[in-house]
């Protein structure tokens, strides 16, 4: 009898790239001058391809074979999956857009814990090592501004890496608009919930997927680009105005994970209490973090962006980060659980916990302690618990305090 061949592992999280640019002697079109040649030639330093595009007056949006691209005249979005050189792409971008006379301005890099952290290629292979990468090109932009944490708590789930490098310039309101961004990773899929992204023989196409999960209402308006691979998974981007939703789905039991990301001007962003809910009812997740970021904390809507006003039912918190930047941003991010995998922290169904690979770094300002219990606040107040309660005065408590990372991790079952 032939060996049976075990269906191989796929990493789901994420890697992402966003740099801001200026146009300095660059025409108003920017880095969407780039040439198609030129795109691919990316694509292939990041060990993906583009799959499929959509543009509209303000970006060009492309689904690739491991996740998404979009290019605004100003702003580069690189978000790829798997195995992917994701920063091996950087310099030769960096060179592209030096030719046209576009400088960059601010880098941010984020991803979640990798499920297999041991398959990843070098600079992936530790975030010391994708650090130390991205100091090359911009740590020297202003030392001060430099900043990388890891977020949450290693045996609750996901932890969020962030590397944020950027001007003082990005401060001023004048000469830049706020970018607001909302991200959900979730794993441990429904099995039901995982099923609708396999290409069985009930396929239809892939719009109808993305009608019959629920997925298009995610974003009314937004013009959708969606695939269904084969055997499985997916990946939808939909653009609206300056904005865009992307979504992405590994549905393979033993290591399901579906991401969710809104993104644009507070006017292209949607109710995230709204949105988790929805995405809650498609995926089924066991567990799932909430990322929710603005790169300018004085623009307007931003005081209260972080904010989660309510807890999705059947989910218990685990944990709770809110961080001021010093370039002038900041991230609220957030761990939840079924009430079945909070009480089953060593669940064999989970293969998600393990120690994150740096730890977080930074004196906090007192400002941003004071930013932090506001928000702590706004967050947990409307929940009216004893939980919500205990969270905004343990952040509350922070204010004047020597550390930035306020990290908390609740007790199962005291929500």
């Known amino acids: 009898m032939a060996d049976v061949i075990p269906n191989p592992v796929f990493e789901g999280s994420e890697k992402r790239v966003e740099i801001d640019f200026t146009l300095g002697t660059a025409p108003a079109s920017g880095l969407r001058a780039l040439t198609r040649e030129q795109l691919d030639e990316l694509m292939t330093l990041a060990h993906c391809c583009i799959v499929s595009s959509r543009s509209n007056e303000q970006f060009d949006a492309y689904v690739l074979s491991?996740?998404?691209?979009?290019?605004?005249?100003?702003?580069?979005?690189?978000?790829?999956?798997?195995?992917?050189?994701?920063?091996?792409?950087?310099?030769?971008?960096?060179?592209?857009?030096?030719?046209?006379?576009?400088?960059?301005?601010?880098?941010k890099y984020t991803r979640a814990?990798?499920?297999?952290?041991?398959?990843?290629?070098?600079?992936?292979?530790?975030?010391?090592?994708?650090?130390?990468?991205?100091?090359?090109?911009?740590?020297?932009?202003?030392?001060?501004?430099?900043?990388?944490y890891v977020l949450g708590e290693q045996f609750h789930g996901l932890q969020w890496h962030v590397y944020i490098a950027g001007r003082h310039a990005i401060n001023d309101p004048a000469d830049h608009k706020a970018t607001f961004n909302l991200e959900l990773c979730m794993t441990e899929l429904g099995e039901k919930a995982a099923k609708q992204f396999f290409r069985t023989d009930k396929f239809v196409s892939s719009a109808q997927t993305t009608k019959d999960t629920g997925i298009i209402y995610l974003k009314p308006g937004a013009v959708i680009d969606d695939y269904v691979f084969e055997p499985c998974g997916y990946s939808m981007n939909g653009i609206d105005r300056s904005g865009f939703i992307t979504i992405h789905v590994t549905p393979e039991m033993g290591f399901s994970y579906a991401s969710v990301e809104i993104s644009g001007h507070l006017d292209d962003m949607?109710?995230?209490?709204?949105?988790?809910?929805?995405?809650?009812?498609?995926?089924?997740p066991g567990k799932?973090?909430?990322?929710?970021?603005?790169?300018?904390?004085?623009a307007d809507g931003a005081t209260s962006w972080g904010a989660v006003q309510s807890l999705p039912s059947g989910y218990m918190p685990q944990g709770a980060t809110v961080q001021r930047l010093a370039c002038g941003g900041r991230v609220a991010y957030y761990t939840l659980g079924t009430a079945v995998a909070a009480k089953s922290p060593d669940s064999p169904t989970s293969i998600l916990h393990h120690s994150a690979s740096l730890l977080s770094v930074s004196a906090f300002?007192?400002?941003?302690?004071?930013?932090?219990?506001?928000?702590?606040?706004?967050?947990?107040?409307p929940?009216?618990?004893?939980?919500g309660i205990a969270l905004a005065q343990l952040l509350g408590a922070r204010a004047g305090a020597s550390e930035e990372n306020v990290v908390l991790g609740w007790a199962v079952g005291a929500w």
């Open 113 to 148: 814990s990798f499920l297999f952290p041991e398959q990843q290629p070098f600079p992936h292979t530790s975030f010391d090592d994708e650090t130390a990468f991205l100091d090359q090109f911009f740590g020297h932009m202003d030392a001060g501004d430099r900043q990388s």
């Open 288 to 298: 799932m973090s909430v990322a929710m970021s603005v790169d300018h904390v004085n």
């Open 270 to 284: 949607v109710d995230p209490d709204g949105l988790i809910a929805a995405a809650i009812n498609i995926f089924n």
């Open 383 to 387: 929940l009216a618990t004893a939980a």
């Open 365 to 381: 300002a007192s400002d941003s302690d004071q930013e932090a219990a506001k928000l702590a606040t706004t967050t947990c107040a």
């Open 66 to 107: 491991e996740s998404s691209l979009f290019v605004y005249p100003t702003k580069w979005v690189l978000k790829t999956c798997g195995t992917t050189r994701l920063l091996q792409s950087v310099p030769r971008l960096l060179e592209l857009a030096g030719q046209l006379g576009v400088q960059p301005l601010r880098c």
